[in-house]
Every structure is written in C-alpha cells, then in structure tokens.
C-alpha cells in the first residue's frame, strides 16, 4: 500500500524530526489511522538508520575538541610567515633602491667631481645657473618661503652682541 500523495513529503520530514511540534502532531494522528503512511514513514526511518554514523570514539572525540586551537595554531602560523615574506620583499626592494641610486647617481654627479659646480646628465648638455643671475626680489622670495635670513650676512663673522633671550624652562623633548 502507498502513502497518501498529500503525506509523502511530510512524512520524510517527520522521519527526520524537522516538523514542528503542531505539524508532526497532525501527521502522527493520520499515521495512526492510515496503513500505508504507517509503512512509508517505517521506511524512511530505516533508510535513515542505515545512513546514520555511529558514534564517535575517544580518539574522534579529542581531535574534534583540539580543531579550534589547530585552526588558530595555523592561521597564526600563516599570518607570521606572511608578515615574514612582506619584510624580505621590503627588504630587498629597500636594497634595490640603494643599489639603483649608487649606479645612477655617480653619473649624475659627474660636474661635481669634474670642478664645474653643476650638475650633469652624461646625455643631456650642462646648464649652468649662476648666482649673479638670480635677481635680489627672487632670492629675498626664497628666503622668506624657507624662513631664513637674508643671505648677505657673512656666517663667519662675530656677532654684534645679540643674546637670544634663552628659556631655562624649555625643554626640547616638548617640541618633538
């Protein structure tokens, strides 16, 4: 005998214990009084029974207990040897810049070492900028932008006596 067509979903559902409680009550009263939704439901269950795993042994058990902490052991581990491969890049990117400027930059510098006071390209022809060639309203305009003093003073000389009022409750640890 075959299951009620309006039953044969609910009643693998029920073999599973997915209805809720209202719903597996209705079906369990039509189970009660119709044969073959007896039989089918009997069926699934023992289908069921068949798939169903046995239970785990101790060994089983504490592999399934330790998998958190192995899981974060190995994500750690990762995240170490990833932070570990991103400091040698930087590393032998930071070598390859050293290594760049130290063979470009000797060519560059050639004017400098020949004595011309400029800086030279070996493809590019030299341009030199004399100082008499940078007019006073420039200069003062560079001076003032870098917040120095005018040039003109000469470094070396002895001071006129100017004490800068110094602060004894300074302290250069508050600056930086």
């Known amino acids: 005998m075959a299951a ?36 089918a439901l009997a069926s699934t269950v023992g289908v069921l029974m068949l ?24 994500w750690r581990r990762d995240a170490q040897h990833r932070g570990l491969r991103r400091r040698t890049l930087g590393s032998i990117a930071a070598a390859a810049a050293v290594v760049a400027l130290m063979l470009l930059v000797p060519g560059r510098l050639q004017g400098f070492r020949n004595g011309t006071g400029t800086v030279t390209t070996p493809n590019t022809p030299s341009a030199s900028v004399d100082a008499e060639e940078v007019d006073a309203e420039t200069m003062a305009a560079i001076e003032a932008w870098a917040g120095l003093e005018p040039l003109d003073e000469d ?14 409750d300074f302290d250069l640890g508050e600056t930086l």
């Open 155 to 168: 470094p070396d000389a002895p001071d006129d006596g100017d004490v800068m009022d110094e602060d004894m």
């Open 4 to 39: 009620c067509p309006e039953y044969e979903v609910l009643l693998d559902v029920h073999a599973t214990g997915g209805l809720e409680t209202d719903e597996a009550a209705r079906v369990q009263a039509h189970v009660k009084t119709c044969e073959g939704c007896r039989e």
């Open 51 to 74: 798939a169903e795993l046995p239970p785990l042994s101790a060994e089983e058990k504490s592999e399934v207990q330790e998998l958190p902490r192995r899981t974060l052991s190995a």
